[in-house]
């Protein structure tokens, strides 16, 4: 590992320990040449073996940044935090690389997405699904709303979504 502050390529591993999603190993190194420190992490490489099937049939290879991105165009200006976009990517992310081997459709991600994303903001739900479902009229949304209305929202998870809501 190239040291950031000399650029010498002669270091020591210091400590070793795995990460917060335990899908990563930080360790602390230190620089033989200039006995600065510093932190490097290591994390295994995915394939990109998996690839979308877009609605027209094209296949692109998958990309977590277009999850991200498409999640942080619903979430706007809401008040989520960013440690929940982040996690709600990843359980996506983790769910479709255990369930699909070669090919999911792109329609598949968008609903599990989806799913997750009414349970954390449900303006942040209905923005993703209009666009999702490319609503084109007040009535298509109009539906939707009645849908959401017709059916609960999930709130086992609220008081880990929202700490600082309080109950009444």
Same mark, same amino acid.
């Given at each position: 590992?190239?040291?950031?502050?000399? @650029?010498?390529?002669?270091?020591?591993?210091?400590?070793? +320990? $795995?990460?917060?999603?335990? =899908?990563?190993? #930080?360790?602390? /190194? !230190?620089?033989?040449?200039?006995?600065?420190?510093?932190?490097?992490?290591?994390?295994?490489?995915?394939?990109?073996?998996?690839?979308?099937?877009?609605?027209?049939?094209?296949?692109?290879?998958?990309?977590?940044?277009?999850? @991200?991105?498409?999640?942080?165009?619903?979430?706007?200006? +809401? $008040?989520?935090?960013?440690? =929940?976009?982040? #996690?709600?990517? /990843? !359980?996506?992310?983790?769910?479709?690389?255990?369930?699909?081997?070669?090919?999911?459709?792109?329609?598949?991600?968008?609903?599990?997405?989806?799913?997750?994303?009414?349970?954390?903001?449900?303006?942040?739900?209905?923005?993703?699904?209009?666009?999702?479902?490319?609503?084109?009229?007040?009535?298509?949304?109009?539906?939707?709303?009645?849908?959401?209305?017709? /059916?609960?929202?999930?709130?086992?998870?609220?008081?880990?979504?929202?700490?600082?809501?309080?109950?009444?």
């Amino acid at each position: 590992m190239r040291c950031p502050f000399c @650029t010498a390529d002669n270091d020591k591993v210091i400590d070793s +320990r $795995p990460g917060e999603d335990g =899908d990563t190993i #930080r360790r602390r /190194r !230190e620089c033989i040449a200039c006995e600065k420190r510093f932190t490097t992490y290591e994390r295994y490489e995915r394939t990109a073996r998996l690839m979308v099937v877009k609605r027209d049939g094209t296949r692109v290879p998958y990309l977590a940044e277009s999850l @991200t991105r498409g999640l942080h165009a619903a979430c706007g200006k +809401r $008040p989520i935090r960013e440690e =929940d976009k982040e #996690r709600l990517c /990843r !359980e996506v992310e983790e769910e479709i690389h255990r369930d699909f081997d070669r090919e999911v459709l792109s329609t598949e991600i968008g609903q599990r997405l989806a799913n997750k994303l009414r349970v954390l903001d449900p303006i942040a739900y209905i923005r993703f699904v209009s666009e999702h479902h490319g609503f084109s009229s007040i009535a298509e949304f109009a539906a939707e709303m009645a849908s959401m209305q017709s /059916r609960p929202r999930p709130v086992a998870n609220e008081r880990d979504l929202f700490p600082d809501t309080k109950t009444k």
